[in-house]
């Protein structure tokens, strides 16, 4: 398969294009005129050593240190120190897509020439990104303050020969990574190590790869709900229009029409459009309003994202025009962390309200359909258990989904005494989302098992596209059997990104 070609832009990078990198290797390059203001920025930083005054990060330690003045002649071993001091990282390692995603979004931000590198150290980068060469990272070990120091000093030691690096699935040694890569180790200059470790891209890396799975998960599970609905012989009333528009909240106008248009067509809907039944359960009529607020939820949280993919994080900033450089603290993660936060609430609302109709559907007063979902209930259990673990997975999610950033422990001798827990917001992202896809893919085997004792009445013809490619991996359930492989393959059709196109066009990213 030939690799998606991609011209970087700093500052100026898409959802679409971050998307793209998260979920497939990619040959990048920068925009040329975006060297120009690398090579002012790294002269800059020479022009402020040549002036023998002490600068924060250039000639000096770090946090508590930052008043130790280092000689001139200490400059390089000063920033390869930083990086080797700064490895340690716990835990399993970040995977490839997540690890691509932080080197290309390094590279923006140095790219905006406000760091002081050599436009060799972005070339290097590049040419790992290019010849998927990805650094390995252990997942535990930053505060998300300071910068993501530890996850993003593993990153970087490679550069300078340290440390080990995966390739087509083996691990290597940095220095057999470098060759592989075309590279020889680097000497850094001033500054270099700390521009290289000193940011966000961690922990924004980490949150945007799992705000991109949970929205194929949110669009799994509209399609999931809609099949809930009809298989129930539920109301579409809930979804005119009219009633949206009183309320005018975006999401939810957005998502009640994407239930119409799901609905749209169903000869079961058709067949009880005159029935007695007034009201339908929460979790069935109320969809509009909960996933029309998780899809606001998402908005919000695609554009915190976006924007930190493309901003400059690390510390000091170097300022050209007037040959300075200023110490700030662009590298807190806080907006990371308090969006993965919301994220992290609203993706457990995906798996709360699925569950909630997976427990209507096998239960015979609510759905008015046999036991469990299958023929001769009694001597067969059906989905009985297979509802048991939607619960157990959701009901996990309500402790995953407390907030990290609420959270602080002072670091560096009390010097960083505030902190955001960025990283583990996000990483924490990824447990929940496999447990809501877990939830949905038992929600679409039990609603597609359900429609099958409507027939043969049919459902519309969207929804009969979702039901028949889970058909085409799983069968139906005429009765017991080892029912664990069939959630797995169900869980494999969420996570495809062509599962649900008919949604795409509402979501953040494919805008």
């Given at each position: 398969m030939e690799k998606i070609k991609l011209t970087l832009e700093a500052g100026n990078a898409s959802l679409s294009l971050l998307r793209?990198?998260?979920?497939n290797p990619v040959i990048i390059e920068l925009q040329k005129s975006d060297y120009d203001a690398v090579d002012k920025s790294n002269a800059t930083v020479a022009t402020l050593c040549a002036a023998d005054k002490a600068t924060y990060g250039i000639n000096t330690g770090f946090g508590k240190m930052a008043q130790t003045r280092i000689a001139d002649d200490k400059l390089t071993e000063l920033q390869h120190n930083l990086l080797l001091s700064h490895s340690c990282g716990l835990g399993p390692h970040l995977n490839n897509n997540i690890v691509r995603l932080m080197l290309v979004m390094k590279v923006l931000s140095l790219a905006r020439g406000h760091s002081g590198v050599r436009r060799d150290i972005i070339d290097a980068l590049i040419a790992l990104v290019n010849h998927e060469v990805y650094p390995c990272i252990p997942a535990k070990g930053?505060?998300?303050?300071s910068g993501?120091?530890?996850?993003?000093?593993?990153?970087s030691t490679i550069l300078i020969g340290s440390g080990h690096v995966c390739h087509q699935g083996r691990i290597f040694d940095a220095r057999e990574g470098l060759v592989i890569a075309g590279l020889g180790s680097l000497t850094l200059g001033p500054k270099e190590g700390l521009a290289l470790i000193n940011g966000t891209q961690a922990s924004t890396a980490i949150a945007l790869y799992h705000f991109f799975e949970i929205e194929k998960i949110f669009s799994a599970a509209t399609i999931t709900g809609a099949l809930s609905v009809d298989a129930m012989k539920g109301s579409d009333a809930p979804f005119d229009p009219r009633i949206q528009a009183?309320?005018?909240?975006?999401?939810?106008?957005?998502?009640?029409?994407?239930?119409?248009?799901?609905?749209?067509?169903?000869?079961i809907r058709t067949s009880h459009i005159d029935c007695e039944k007034v009201q339908d359960p929460y979790s069935l009529r109320c969809q509009?309003?909960?996933?029309?607020?998780?899809?606001d939820t998402m908005r919000f949280v695609a554009n915190v994202l976006c924007t930190e993919a493309n901003a400059v994080t690390d510390n000091p900033l170097i300022f050209n025009d007037t040959n300075e450089a200023l110490s700030?603290?662009?590298?807190?993660a806080e907006p990371i962390a308090l969006a993965a936060d919301h994220l992290a609430i609203a993706a457990a609302e995906i798996g709360a309200i699925a569950e909630r109709r997976i427990a209507n559907l096998v239960d015979p007063a609510l759905s008015l359909l046999p036991a469990f979902l299958v023929e001769e209930p009694g001597l067969h259990s059906g989905f009985m258990i297979a509802q048991v673990t939607a619960a157990a997975l959701a009901s996990e999610n309500k402790s995953l989904a407390h907030p990290a950033s609420v959270d602080s422990l002072p670091t560096s001798a009390n010097q960083e005494d505030h902190v955001s827990m960025a990283t583990f917001a996000a990483r924490r992202l990824g447990d929940i989302a496999d447990n809501i896809t877990g939830i949905v893919a038992i929600e679409f085997l039990a609603a597609a098992q359900a429609m099958e004792f409507h027939q043969p009445k049919k459902t519309s013809g969207l929804l009969?596209?979702?039901?028949?490619?889970?058909?085409?991996?799983?069968?139906?359930?005429?009765?017991?059997r080892y029912f664990s492989p069939d959630i797995e393959l169900a869980k494999e059709i969420i996570t495809a990104q062509d599962f649900s196109r008919e949604i795409d066009d509402i979501l953040p990213s494919h805008g």
């Open positions: 793209q990198v998260a979920f930053s505060v998300g303050a993501d120091l530890a996850p993003l000093a593993h990153m009183l309320r005018g909240q975006r999401g939810q106008i957005a998502v009640a029409g994407i239930y119409r248009r799901l609905l749209s067509g169903s000869e509009p309003q909960v996933m029309g607020a998780i899809l700030g603290g662009n590298f807190h009969q596209t979702a039901i028949d490619k889970l058909r085409a991996c799983v069968p139906s359930y005429k009765k017991d």
